[in-house]
């Protein structure tokens, strides 16, 4: 079993920054591909990005381009999520997710491993 903690969440303003960082403590994440999703109210969880298992790969949605990057720090053993430019519409419980099978896809079922989310709200 892969238990993953997200940390860095927390109440930004428009055009600020965040950093999100996964991290689990028994098992390497360069094992999987991790993607962060993120669902706000009333609506579903989608992926916001995805490294693979090598970090050679990463992808992003088209509303977080340029201005979200995704990247991995095998030596801490975490994913970390830097979010830029943040607009309100980036408010959400944000959370990473491990696929075992490094298939990067957009379904949330794709991933068996998960976190418990952490809050991001961007206000003024």
């Known amino acids: 079993q892969l238990q993953l903690v997200e940390s860095g969440g927390g109440l930004a303003q428009p055009g600020g920054s965040l950093r999100l960082s996964c991290a689990t403590s028994?098992?390497?994440?360069?094992?999987?591909?991790i993607g962060w999703f993120r669902q706000a109210p009333a609506k579903e969880r989608v992926l916001v990005s995805c490294?693979?298992?090598?970090?050679?790969?990463?992808d992003y949605a088209d509303s977080v381009k340029g201005r979200f990057t995704i990247s991995r720090d095998d030596a801490k053993n975490t994913v970390d999520l830097q979010m830029n430019r943040l607009k309100p519409e980036d408010t959400a419980v944000y959370y990473c997710?491990?696929?075992?099978?490094?298939?990067?896809?957009?379904?949330?079922?794709?991933?068996?491993?998960w976190g418990q989310g952490t809050q991001v709200t961007v206000s003024s």
């Open positions: 997710a491990a696929d075992y099978y490094n298939r990067c896809g957009v379904e949330a079922e794709m991933y068996a491993f």
């Open positions: 028994r098992r390497s994440l360069s094992e999987y591909a």
């Open positions: 490294i693979s298992s090598s970090g050679l790969s990463t």
